[in-house]
């Protein structure tokens, strides 16, 4: 699994990809979007699939919840537009577009 991390201003996004597949971690979008509760607004988007892995943070080994891109997009459609709702989408959207043209390079010739 190769960890990835973009920075949003002050707040790191890191993301994995595990066998051609990208997954971001859910605490991650929520501190992004100023959430304390990732995981019950995960739920209100519906999204019920669970994927955990362990992570070594300054705070020790954690359990990281992650989620898929399409996953993250049903959360963040959630959320009421604002200027700065609009301009974490533009980031995002680059940061996965950038994602799309290295996987390959990542999983090995998909």
Same mark, same amino acid.
């Given at each position: ?9 002050? +707040? @790191? !996004? ?15 979008? =929520? @501190? ?21 892995? !362990?992570?070594? @943070?300054?705070? =020790?080994?954690?359990? !990281?919840?992650?989620? @898929?891109? +399409?996953? $993250? ?14 301009? !974490?989408?533009?980031?995002? +959207?680059?940061? &996965? ?5 290295? +996987?390959?390079? &990542?999983?090995?010739? $998909?």
């Amino acid at each position: 699994m190769i960890e990835i991390t973009r920075n949003y201003g002050a +707040k @790191t !996004l890191r993301m994995f990809v595990e066998d051609g597949s990208v997954l971001i971690s859910a605490r991650d979008i =929520g @501190t992004l979007i100023n959430d304390r509760n990732p995981s019950r607004r995960l739920e209100r988007a519906g999204v019920v699939s669970s994927r955990y892995r !362990l992570a070594d @943070t300054n705070g =020790g080994v954690q359990r !990281l919840r992650l989620v @898929t891109p +399409k996953e $993250c997009a049903a959360v963040l459609g959630g959320i009421r537009p604002t200027a700065a709702h609009h301009a !974490l989408l533009g980031w995002l +959207k680059g940061v &996965f577009d950038e994602l799309g043209a290295m +996987k390959c390079d &990542f999983c090995g010739g $998909c």
